[in-house]
């Protein structure tokens, strides 16, 4: 089992910044995928973006510049920079943890609210 425990959400005024963060416990390695999605009022929830233990990343197009993902393996902890941010991205985000391997293994935090307007 893994556990995810999200943070960082908030208000915020257009163009600004927010960091999220994930933290990871339980069976989580570096066997694991991280990522973040969202989910807003009404729609399906979405990917955003993932990163590999070995920092390879992929992002939604529509993220690609103002979204950042990092992670710290040792700390089994992973982030999104998100700046320059609009309205359009008010949501709840959740981190994800996928097996490599196996498609079974994935794990969903809480998630945490995103609010962006002024």
């Known amino acids: 089992q893994v556990q995810l425990v999200e943070s960082g959400g908030g208000w915020v005024e257009p163009g600004g910044s927010l960091r999220l963060s994930c933290a990871a416990s339980?069976?989580?390695?570096?066997?694991?995928?991280m990522g973040w999605y969202r989910q807003s009022p009404g729609k399906k929830r979405e990917f955003v973006a993932t990163?590999?233990?070995?920092?390879?990343?992929n992002y939604a197009d529509s993220m690609k510049g103002r979204f950042t993902i990092s992670r710290d393996n040792d700390k089994n902890t992973v982030w999104l920079q998100m700046d320059s941010l609009k309205p359009e991205v008010t949501a709840i985000y959740y981190c994800?943890?996928?097996?490599?391997?196996?498609?079974?293994?994935?794990?969903w935090g809480q998630g945490t609210q995103v609010t962006v307007s002024s």
């Open positions: 994800n943890a996928r097996h490599l391997f196996s498609a079974t293994l994935t794990y």
């Open positions: 339980g069976s989580i390695d570096t066997t694991y995928i």
């Open positions: 990163i590999t233990s070995g920092a390879s990343t």
